[in-house]
């Protein structure tokens, strides 16, 4: 039963995005260089040539291998700003601060310019000395010598190409450990027309959404802690117009956008449903939106001319995850009925949306297909919200479904683990999401598996695909492929990133002739990068 004091809290929603509506900071000018020092990153002649080292593999599931520069257990403080009251206890607030992880060294000795070496203890656990047996669990509580990363001007030999990255200048943060964001994590290619680590106001972001209306390029994230959405715009050479913060409050659990007549739409997964915040072409407020009790995770397909399609899952007891589908004004209402796609979903956020010319596919694993065995399910969805029936065009035990539509071709990658070798394929779909001949095998474990964007470039496909990790969705880099509609490559995979962060949440758009990469970095601070290539 819904909670009776529900409604006060959609009041508090809605009065925490008007409030925050004008908080818009502007970059003037149009510069085709980065403004500031936190955006440098490469302006990469089209004939580099530059062959890309390859990166250490390093699994996220062994603990005694840290892929990024500070403690797992940092601990993240943060301090509200335009606070809200609800319910007259808790509040919405937009956090835009925080403070980085928990120091080696008391802060006593952190800031005396000298790397200090200090007890780390903790329970005992895990094999003794030289692998052997673990202690007895009484064993208490173990002590081991660690120093500080760094101090001051104390690095302790290491640089940004000693960690792994291209280059950059690496800092030693107030905590006494490696601050990497002058580090850059852009790869060298000759398809790289720009590429930046996008230094953007807020904490660390931890879901990401990219859009392209042809002329800039919008970003939106969610930050990692506070859980507030944030939009900037940027030009084709990756030059920050605009950036607003606060535009969603409270407990965003995913963003979607999309480029629309009048500006940009925003939609805001929670689990009140999704809030549709619309925007306008300089990322100002252009209208209250909507609450759509759709479900959370959101995805926006959009099409040449009218509003985009909203796809949300909601969960049920009986049903597991339901992908429910209407077709949104630019304002962000609703102008059809939900339509229900697929029931039984898994891996809600790792599917996929497109127009096809004359309608919208959607993309997701669910357990209702060809012998109710899970595996990527596809339907269609009609230009005035009509659904029909999914179809399962890649047999069961696949997943990771993505999706794009050119030149009449609807290509799908997905990863297909029922096979004597996983890995990520590619196949062709009808505009009713039925298999066509011309499935070809993009790689295996270990090189990838993992979700693969792909864009449309004339007849061919243009895939992004993230090294395997063995953990859904980081990439240990990045690297683009373009492949024709025989199957046959016509680009071999060249790198998007370098370096020991992992990227996740990785999106890849179309931009005029090019297209634009997006990507989150798990170093401390997080950061967003982008990328400019040319097919």
Not at 89 to 97: D, E, K, V
Not at 124 to 139: I, Q, S, T, V, Y
Request: charged share 20%.
């Amino acid at each position: 039963m819904a909670s009776p004091r529900r409604p006060s809290l959609l009041l508090a929603l809605t009065a925490v995005i008007s409030a925050c509506a004008a908080e818009v900071v502007s970059v003037p000018g149009d510069s085709s260089a980065p403004r500031d020092a936190s955006e440098v990153g490469h302006d990469v002649p089209q004939d580099a040539g530059v062959d890309v080292p390859t990166v250490m593999d390093v699994p996220l599931d062994r603990p005694d291998v840290v892929a990024v520069d500070v403690p797992a257990d940092r601990g993240v403080d943060v301090a509200p700003v335009d606070v809200a009251p609800i319910d007259g206890g808790s509040s919405l607030a937009c956090l835009t601060g925080g403070t980085p992880p928990s120091q080696t060294c008391a802060r006593a000795l952190c800031g005396n310019g000298r790397i200090d070496s200090c007890p780390r203890c903790m329970p005992c656990f895990g094999g003794g000395p030289g692998g052997g047996p673990p202690p007895p669990r009484d064993a208490g509580v173990c002590c081991t010598d660690e120093p500080e990363q760094c101090d001051g001007d104390a690095l302790g030999g290491a640089t940004c190409e000693s960690l792994g990255y291209a280059g950059g200048t690496l800092r030693c943060g107030d905590w006494c450990g490696r601050d990497t964001r002058g580090c850059n994590a852009c790869a060298i290619s000759a398809h790289t027309r720009q590429c930046i680590r996008a230094e953007l106001a807020g904490v660390a972001p931890g879901a990401l959404a990219l859009a392209s209306n042809g002329a800039e390029i919008g970003v939106a994230w969610v930050s990692d802690d506070g859980h507030a959405v944030h939009f900037a715009r940027y030009s084709p050479a990756l030059v920050k117009l605009s950036e607003r913060n606060c535009l969603g409050v409270g407990d965003a659990r995913g963003v979607a956008l999309a480029a629309v007549d009048g500006g940009w739409l925003l939609a805001v997964g929670s689990e009140l449903g999704t809030r549709t915040v619309p925007l306008g072409p300089d990322g100002s407020n252009r209208g209250a939106g909507a609450l759509l009790p759709l479900g959370a995770m959101p995805m926006l397909a959009e099409r040449p001319s009218g509003g985009p399609l909203l796809v949300a899952t909601r969960y049920e007891d009986s049903r597991g995850g339901v992908v429910l589908a209407a077709v949104l004004r630019a304002d962000g209402t609703q102008a059809s009925a939900e339509q229900e796609l697929i029931t039984d979903e898994v891996e809600a956020g790792y599917g996929s949306a497109a127009w096809v010319g004359d309608g919208w596919l959607v993309a997701s694993r669910g357990g209702r297909g060809a012998g109710g065995d899970l595996g990527v399910l596809v339907a269609r969805v009609e230009p005035d919200g009509r659904a029909g029936a999914p179809v399962q065009p890649v047999g069961a035990q696949t997943e990771y479904p993505q999706l794009a539509f050119a030149e009449g071709a609807v290509w799908l990658t997905y990863a297909s683990f029922g096979v004597a070798s996983p890995g990520i394929a590619r196949a062709r779909l009808d505009t009713r999401g039925r298999a066509m001949p011309g499935s070809v095998d993009l790689g295996h474990i270990p090189s990838y598996f993992n979700p693969s964007p792909v864009v449309g470039v004339g007849t061919d496909s243009l895939i992004l695909l993230g090294t395997y990790t063995g953990s859904t969705g980081h990439g240990r880099r990045l690297e683009v492929s373009r492949i024709d509609a025989a199957g046959r490559t016509v680009v071999d995979p060249y790198a998007i990133t370098t370096g020991p962060e992992f990227a996740r949440g990785y999106r890849l758009v179309r931009h005029g002739r090019d297209a634009v990469v997006g990507w989150i970095g798990s170093g401390f601070p997080g950061r967003v990068g982008l990328a400019v290539v040319s097919p």
